[in-house]
C-alpha cells in the first residue's frame, strides 16, 4: 500500500507541477499578447513623431541649402565687384600712364621745334 501511496503522490505531484506549467504557460501567452499589444501602441505613437521628426529635417536642410545658395551668389558678386574694381584701376592706370607718355612726347617735339625755331632765328638774324 506504500507505493501505491508514492505512486499516487507522484502523480498527485506530476499534475500540481503540470498545471504551474499550465498556469505560467498562460501568464506568458497573456504578457506576450499585452506585449504585443502595447508594441502596436507605441509604433502607432511613434509614426507621427518620426514623420514630423522627418518634416523638419527636410525643412531644415532645405533651408540651409537656401542660405548657403545665397551666400554663395553674395560672394560671387563680391568677387565680381572686386575684379570689376581691379580692372578700373588697371585701365585707369594704363591710360593715365599713356596720357603722361603722350604729354612727354608733345613737351619733347615743342622743345624740338622751339630749338629748331630758335636755331633758324639766330641763324637768321
Known amino acids: 500500500m ?3 501511496k508514492k505512486i499516487v503522490q507522484s502523480l498527485n505531484d506530476v499534475e500540481l507541477r503540470f498545471q504551474e506549467a499550465q498556469n505560467k504557460l498562460e501568464t506568458a501567452k497573456n504578457n506576450l499578447a499585452l506585449s504585443s499589444t502595447k508594441a502596436k501602441e507605441i509604433e502607432t505613437q511613434a509614426t507621427p513623431i518620426v514623420e514630423q521628426n522627418r518634416n523638419k529635417a527636410v ?3 532645405s533651408t540651409e541649402i537656401k542660405r548657403l545658395q545665397t551666400a554663395k551668389t553674395e560672394t560671387i558678386n563680391v568677387e565680381k565687384q572686386k575684379l570689376i574694381r581691379e580692372m578700373r584701376f588697371l585701365l585707369t592706370n594704363g591710360a593715365v600712364q599713356k596720357a603722361i607718355q603722350k604729354v612727354k612726347q608733345e613737351k619733347s617735339a615743342i622743345n624740338i621745334q622751339q630749338k629748331l625755331i630758335d636755331q633758324l632765328l ?4
Open 2 to 4: 506504500n507505493e501505491k
Open 59 to 61: 525643412q531644415f536642410a
Open 122 to 125: 639766330q641763324d637768321t638774324f
